[in-house]
């Protein structure tokens, strides 16, 4: 649902065609302490903030599942794994399954970036080379690849001479198999993937700071950039709405807007689609360095570590909040039911650790 290298401060996407990805990987944030919110969608309540991983350095989230990279390059994962999509092998249900990743039996390594889908995971590795575990496969023509997304039953490569692929990731879909070209996208810098039932949001930042979308837009043209939109430097989208992270920290949304998802300011004239600048109670949105946008709600990290949410969770049944406390961010993710974030400072982390079984 999100579209980031690694998940870190979306102002360093536009170094991506000046640096190779190993010499990307030492400007990284620092690793730190991974905290998980969100809603228990069986019990019907709130999921307390919870300290669930040290060590890492990027997160993302999907269906029913996350990822964290870890500053050694390897991949700790954790959620449903009917697939292998957590662990890169297949666990006895019920119940989440956690652990670190392996693939043909060794543990996953020299990994740059990472994306969680719905059944299954993508990762690119420090050559250039994709991974996959899940439900998944990697296609043989796809090389040279610099930036992923996932989303749905979608994945998405950027190529290092600007152009992007996708490709079907569920076995049972008929296009499975086959590599789409982002037909008339070029230039392109990152990429973040949407999908709905009516439609999908598919979207890349251009080296020169504009945006692009392609694929099948729904009948209002809602996934359609608005118009003059520039000075982007990373976009986000979830299956209904589409953010984009502008080089002055402001935000522009557009999409569906029940919740106020896409904006920040509820739609309620149907069908509730909206474009413009986020603003929260009234005011302009700005001093952002990462966004992350969730089935229904938004997610954005300022520049001194801060979290700011709008918007609701599951399906809009629940109020999307910031646990109290939570500072020194560096980054987000945002998944179907639960939000992710890295804090580098211990004694935050500490607030939200679990006390010890007795």
Known sequence: MNSNIRSASPTTLALVCLLTLGQF????????????????????????????????????????????????????????????????????????????????????????????????????????????????????????AVAIAAAGYSSAAVRADGTIAEWASDPSLHQYGELFPAVGVSNAIAVALGQSYIGTRNIAVLRDGTVTNWGRDSVYKDATPPPGLSNVVAVAASGAHTLALKSDGTVIGWGYNKTGQATGTPTTDLPCISAGQVRIEGRILTNIASIAAGDGYSLALTRDGRLIAWGRMVNDLYPVTVPLGLSNVVAIAAGWDSCLAITTNRLVAEQFRAPPAK
């Open 25 to 144: 990987l030492d400007a990284a944030p620092p690793p730190g302490y991974v905290v998980e919110w969100g809603y228990d969608t069986a019990a019907g309540v709130a999921r307390p903030p919870k300290q669930v991983l040290s060590g890492a350095i990027a997160v993302s989230a999907g269906m029913f599942h996350w990822l964290a990279l870890e500053s050694g390059g390897t991949v700790a994962a954790r959620g449903d794994n009917p697939f292998g999509q957590v662990l890169g092998h297949q666990t006895p249900e019920p119940g989440p399954a956690a652990g670190v990743v392996t693939v043909g039996g060794r543990v996953l390594s020299n990994v740059a970036s990472i994306a969680a889908g719905r059944g299954f995971s993508l990762g690119l590795k420090t050559d250039g080379t994709l991974v996959t575990w899940g439900q998944n496969y990697i296609p043989k023509e796809l090389t040279n």
